[in-house]
């Protein structure tokens, strides 16, 4: 598991944010009255999740923030990077905050506060499959010159609560099938 060489103590620690772990997969595929369970043995080893854990990627996110600025990295959050910064050989040395305090018609009110410039030896862009300042280092760096299209999932969170006698801790259930019309990839 990634998180193992990452941070090789973190199933020690009491405040980790991965506890359950996947007891087991089960494969259905949907029609419009019932499933079909398929057998995992037929399906791609990338489905088989044995030794992964069950948890909130919100949590693993902020786990993963608290013991990063423990090691000394500096994280902004709710301050969305606005510009690229370059040096003088058009290498990438920072970001700069968007203003503060603007009104929609992109005059500054009265608690209005300049961007911030972050100059940094490394800067991730980790602004989402959409992020516009990706884009702009892409162009203009031509990084996806000998690459492939880019390409886009949809994915939809639904939180159930479940009769506690129907629960099972640890099971992963994958569907694939109904509602999606047969050319449509997707599942559950």
Not at 17 to 30: G, M, N, S
Not at 62 to 87: D, H, K, N, Q, S
Not at 115 to 126: F, N, P, V
Not at 128 to 149: A, M, V
Request: one cysteine or more; charged letters at 25%.
């Amino acid at each position: 598991m990634g998180l193992d060489h990452l941070l090789p103590d973190w199933r020690g620690d009491p405040d980790r944010p991965l506890k359950t772990k996947v007891a087991k997969d089960e494969f259905l595929f949907l029609t419009a009255r019932r499933g079909v369970r398929l057998p995992a043995v037929a399906l791609p080893k990338l489905m088989d999740n044995h030794g992964n854990f069950v948890g909130s990627l919100g949590n693993v996110c902020r786990y993963l923030g608290r013991e990063a600025e423990a090691l000394g990295v500096e994280i902004y959050p709710g301050f969305p990077a606005a510009e690229m910064l370059t040096g003088d050989r058009g290498e990438v040395v920072g970001v700069a905050t968007g203003d503060m305090g603007t009104g929609k018609d992109g005059r500054p009110k009265p608690e209005f506060a300049r961007g911030m410039e972050l100059h940094a030896k490394y800067t991730i862009l980790a602004e989402g499959e959409r992020g516009s300042l990706t884009k702009q280092i892409i162009d203009r760096y031509g990084l996806n010159k000998d690459s492939d299209h880019q390409k886009y999932g949809l994915g939809v969170k639904e939180l159930w609560q479940v009769r506690p006698e129907l629960f099972r801790s640890g099971l992963v259930r994958h569907t694939m099938g109904w509602p999606l019309p047969n050319k449509a990839g997707g599942g559950s």
